[in-house]
């Protein structure tokens, strides 16, 4: 096995439909039809055509997805009286006043919530079950209450987390943790952690995508046959995503289901995805048009894994353990048993 995997961005587009791209190219055209007038707003008549643009540009995305169904998006499916809390988040992670180590931590917690309760929580599909809590009220007795919920755990308690580091740490441990809080008996997810970046000296039409396997952690075994779940908070190209899985094809891995969990997504890098990995199920909180020549979402809101994790010095890279200790007492507390997880998988 090579020490490394190459996955170039002429291999990803050739997944794409005549009509895919011709969808990509009409709506990248209709983005770009109002950005050099950005400049005048808040002129009243500038305002109300880019209002008009993106309701518009909203329609088309929502029209492909519908006519995709391993697509969905939170935006789109949920009741209308659900789409402020969503849009108010997206709008927080976007704002650059938002940039606060801890405010950015506790907004993409609020965000992977959502999609966790988007893609298992809101199913009618589900029994329900109970569970009996002793309250710290203990007069004039100890006190019971009972809670019901939905019966998930043979949805969850085959998955494991697949980490596509570093961005992706945090947003994996918060749906660990999700997927444990939920199992009726607290299942907590076996680690696979893997390596991959993009080469950002590269623009969208050259672009690589690297799997290091030496810096990568993972039994391929325990993949096998299981629910594999990605948490990347930022699908632009579906690049990364691409590549893990087609090394794990390439290795005979045969998981009973793949399920890819973004907080934003373009619409170009959601459809090279489902083109590419035929049993996938693509579930974001929004999704934006279009790509930059650089390969970066727009409208977008720039590079999640610096503003969530903070950038390395450059003569001093962290490895997983500094990085999560860099979250904070509080965040590695709560997230202890995920903690205990990867480091078993690191050290094992």
Not at 88 to 115: D, V
Not at 176 to 187: D, F, R, T, V
Not at 237 to 252: D, H, K, M, P, Y
Request: aromatic letters at 10%; a negative charge.
């Amino acid at each position: 096995m090579n020490d490394r995997v190459v996955l170039k961005a002429k291999d990803i587009d050739g997944y794409l439909t005549d009509d895919d791209i011709k969808i990509i190219d009409e709506l990248k055209k209709m983005y770009y039809s109002q950005m050099p007038h950005i400049h005048n707003l808040p002129v009243m008549e500038d305002m109300r055509n880019l209002i008009a643009l993106y309701n518009q540009i909203g329609e088309k995305m929502k029209e492909v997805c519908k006519a995709n169904n391993q697509i969905h998006i939170y935006s789109f499916e949920m009741p209308d009286e659900m789409h402020g809390e969503v849009s108010r988040l997206i709008a927080k992670l976007r704002n650059t006043e938002t940039y606060g180590h801890q405010e950015y931590i506790y907004y993409t917690q609020r965000g992977y919530e959502m999609l966790f309760n988007f893609v298992w929580g809101t199913s009618l599909q589900h029994d329900k079950t109970h569970f009996l809590i002793e309250t710290p009220v203990n007069i004039p007795f100890v006190n019971y209450a009972i809670h019901k919920i939905p019966n998930i755990d043979t949805l969850i308690e085959n998955t494991v987390m697949c980490v596509m580091l570093r961005g992706a740490l945090l947003p994996s441990m918060i749906v660990s943790k999700e997927i444990q809080e939920w199992h009726s008996n607290g299942y907590i997810t076996p680690f696979a952690l893997f390596k991959i970046k993009r080469d950002e000296t590269k623009n969208q039409e050259n672009m690589e995508y690297i799997l290091d396997l030496k810096k990568s952690y993972f039994k391929l075994d325990d993949m096998d046959g299981k629910d594999l779940i990605f948490c990347d908070p930022m699908n632009a190209t579906g690049g990364s995503i691409i590549a893990t899985v087609r090394f794990l094809e390439e290795q005979n891995i045969k998981p009973r289901s793949i399920t890819f969990l973004n907080i934003i997504a373009a619409l170009p890098g959601a459809l090279r995805v489902v083109r590419a990995i035929p049993n996938v199920r693509v579930y974001s909180l929004w999704m934006d048009p279009c790509l930059n020549d650089l390969a970066y979402i727009l409208p977008g809101l720039g590079d999640f894994g610096d503003r969530l994790n903070r950038k390395d010095k450059d003569n001093d890279p962290r490895n997983l353990i500094r990085l999560v200790a860099d979250y904070g007492h509080n965040v590695a507390k709560l997230y202890k048993w995920q903690i205990r997880e990867i480091e078993h998988t690191i050290f094992q």
